[in-house]
């Protein structure tokens, strides 16, 4: 016999979170996948009341089933990243080089889509890893979508694709222990490039402190490889693409990047998704440099060789468009994990080279992106949708969301809509430039491939002392970790070839003798010039604009002061924010309280650009015994920040072991607040870097 069936509101209801919910009393009405409206969406269907659940439960099933199924194989590289919306505006219009849809027209603004990432580390990865930044931007033009899959490295490890397998391999997590996981730091990794002398470029730039960006924001990006440009005449030209971020460029530290990782495995993700919530929109020029078969005969190096640059001092960027991202993501798995970004993405204006490594990509993403995405028609998901207009004969596959009308589905055919379905067309359409190929088929790497070390000696010649010394660090750190010392000596070996004080430098840092060097298949060359280009230092924006500004706060701070350093700081587009001893509202003297943004044990000083210690002396007297707020100190210093010292401070600054250097602003009343924002316009202390 049926029991009554319960009313929208039933007795059951009670606690603060509804834990015997059984009816639809309020909101929206839950419903099952297919629509079905649900009574229940707290229990499953039960014999009794604590009796077994029923296989009848087509609800539960249709929630659990989903469930299941909700994950999908991660990115095989590039899983951790993190992704943004915006426009690319054209500041210089070049028809005469390029028919590509976005340089047509001097302010013509292009959709755009940009996907940020770490290379090696899984999806939950901390962001701070030492690694390669992927920079990939998905251009939705009116001749189709455009794909520029770049990173924020130049060149890259490998000559020929067929070595990406291997590469990929040897620095992820070892296959017989699933660790290290992000680090290229053991010894697969360092075995396997000891091996390949063509990644020494790379592995310069790898240990330089390009691979702990302070943000996405202020990182370069490049296309790497030599793409055509093809005008409207289908006369074709070499390009290089650079993506250079109008916030100036800036990195951390190493020891820093390993504690931000522990107190914000999240910091980068945070960090654009902060700014641009917040208005503070970030901006690169797209720059390019463009040269034809005459400079790439002169040139030093082979141009399809993806692991060397064209310095800008012999060729300079010349800068087209802007790309500004004004918006966050607002589901990660529909944009961020849906995305499929491919080199092979092109619209008419581009057009490929021959370098190995370019060709290869061009059937490296198309292909994974089916087992990941697991359909054909991932181009239908609203993140890879065209925006312009799409029509073609492709037909049905899994997930199929186009309704495709019609009679004809083959090309040519008169029966589609208008008598005449759509047909390729001869001048307007997509034309790859005509290229005249012979030769022996052999596999083979060019003679004029075989320099491995004149550009990474010219990379850290490059480098202002700090850097140098950071990259020497960066080595001295990897090849501790890398067990066989076999593997230590091969590089040494190898750096040997690059420059004699970055391998001393080394082999000082781990302890051990320097060996032979190895054998270079071409001698380095000693005569390329220094390119200021190449530095992180030297190319910084000498302004704190935005960079983020941490002030301790404790009961009876001075409120003038306070709000003086806040005004300062924020009206030059700078972040602040405080921190307490709890997270409760602080009192201040002068009247008034504020809310911290972080309690001191979660707030360390690893997630600022420069602190200002603001505490009252009763404040300071407390913090002064407490472990976090000395590393707060301490570290702030060894990170070379500016620090900016209150009144009542001193205790603290010395219980932390600290000696005040020129690097400290003495803030002794709100006038000193504009003195001490100039300071921070250097962003770091480096001459307290003594290792330099
Ligand atoms: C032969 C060399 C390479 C191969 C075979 C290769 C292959 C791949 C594959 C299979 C993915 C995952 C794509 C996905 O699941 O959607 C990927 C992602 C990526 N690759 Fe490469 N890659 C190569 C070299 C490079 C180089 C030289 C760059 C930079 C210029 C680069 C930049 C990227 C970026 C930025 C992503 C992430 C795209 C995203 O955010 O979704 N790759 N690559």
């Not at 439960?57 to 919306?85: L, Q, T």
């Not at 990474?456 to 010394?469: L, N, Y």
């Not at 400290?664 to 921070?680: M, N, P, R, T, V």
């Amino acid at each position: 016999m049926a029991s009554k069936r319960p009313t929208s509101t039933t007795p059951d209801q009670r606690g603060a979170g509804d834990e015997l919910h059984q009816g639809v009393k309020r909101g929206e009405r839950l419903t099952t996948a297919t629509g079905t409206p649900l009574g229940d969406g707290q229990n499953s269907l039960k014999v009794g009341d604590r009796g077994p659940t029923l296989l009848e439960d087509f609800a539960f099933r249709d929630k659990m089933f989903h469930f299941d199924h909700e994950r999908i194989p991660e990115r095989v590289v590039h899983a951790r990243g993190y992704s943004a919306h915006g426009t690319l505006e054209c500041l210089e219009a070049i028809p005469d080089l390029t028919r590509a849809a976005p340089f047509q027209r001097k302010g013509q603004e292009t959709e755009a889509f940009v996907r940020f990432s770490t290379v090696a580390g899984n999806l939950g990865s901390p962001d701070l890893a030492r690694d390669v930044r992927g920079f990939a931007v998905k251009m939705y033009t009116d001749e189709g979508n455009w794909d520029l899959v770049g990173n924020n490295i130049p060149v890259f490890f490998i000559q020929d694709a067929t070595k990406f397998p291997d590469l990929v391999h040897a620095v992820k997590e070892e296959q017989d222990r699933g660790w290290p996981q992000a680090q290229s730091a053991h010894d697969t990794f360092w075995d396997f490039v000891s091996l390949m002398p063509e990644s020494t470029h790379m592995l310069l730039w790898q240990m330089s402190d390009r691979t702990i960006p302070r943000s996405f924001r202020f990182m370069e990006g490049f296309g790497v490889h030599t793409y055509r440009f093809v005008n409207a005449d289908g006369d074709d030209t070499f390009v290089k693409f650079h993506w250079k971020p109008r916030q100036g460029l800036q990195s951390v530290v190493w020891n820093e990047a390993l504690k931000i990782n522990g107190a914000d495995p999240d910091f980068h993700r945070r960090d654009l998704y902060a700014a641009i919530d917040s208005g503070d929109l970030p901006q690169w020029d797209l720059g390019v440099q463009v040269f034809d078969e005459a400079f790439a005969d002169e040139f030093d190096f082979d141009v399809l060789d993806s692991t060397k640059l064209i310095p800008e001092e012999v060729l300079p960027v010349r800068v087209i468009a802007r790309l500004t991202l004004d918006r966050v993501v607002d589901n990660m798995f529909a944009e961020n994990e849906q995305v499929a970004f491919g080199t092979h993405n092109v619209i008419p204006g581009i057009d490929f080279t021959n370098d190995p490594l370019l060709q290869g990509r061009n059937f490296s993403y198309l292909d994974t992106q089916l087992k990941r995405l697991g359909s054909t028609n991932f181009t239908q998901l609203p993140v890879n949708a065209p925006r312009c207009p799409v029509r073609h004969f492709q037909r049905d596959g899994h997930m199929q969301t186009d309704p495709q009308l019609g009679r004809g589905n083959y090309e040519p055919n008169s029966l589609s809509g208008d008598d005449r379905g759509p047909r390729a067309d001869v001048v307007h359409g997509y034309q790859s430039v005509v290229r005249q190929e012979q030769g022996p088929t052999r596999r083979l790497r060019a003679e004029s491939f075989a320099d491995h070390y004149s550009q990474a000696r010219q990379f850290f010649i490059s480098q202002t002392d700090v850097e140098q010394q950071h990259i020497v660090n960066a080595f001295g750190f990897e090849l501790s970790k890398v067990e066989d010392p076999r593997i230590r000596t091969r590089v040494l070996a190898n750096l040997l070839n690059v420059h004699d004080d970055l391998a001393s430098g080394i082999a000082t840092v781990l302890g051990v003798p320097l060996p032979a060097a190895s054998e270079a298949a071409v001698p380095t060359r000693t005569d390329l010039p220094e390119s200021a280009a190449l530095s992180i230092q030297l190319n910084g924006p000498e302004s704190f604009a935005g960079r983020k500004l941490g002030v301790l706060v404790t009961h009876g701070s001075d409120k003038a002061l306070v709000q003086a350093v806040a005004t300062a700081f924020e009206g030059a587009g700078a972040v602040v924010e405080y921190v307490a001893p709890a997270i409760g509202p602080v009192k201040l003297k002068g009247g008034g309280t504020i809310t911290p943004h972080h309690a001191i044990d979660g707030g360390p000083s690893v997630l600022f650009d420069a602190v200002a210690l603001l505490p009252s002396a009763e404040g300071a007297a407390d913090l002064a015994g407490r472990a976090s707020a000395q590393d707060f100190v301490s570290d702030a210093f060894a990170h070379f920040k500016l620090i900016g010292t209150g009144p009542a401070a001193a205790p603290l600054v010395s219980e932390a072991g600290v000696e005040p250097d020129d690097g400290f602003a003495h803030l002794g009343s709100a006038d000193d607040a504009d003195a001490f924002l100039q300071l921070c316009g250097s962003l770091r202390f480096w001459d307290r870097d003594i290792r330099a």
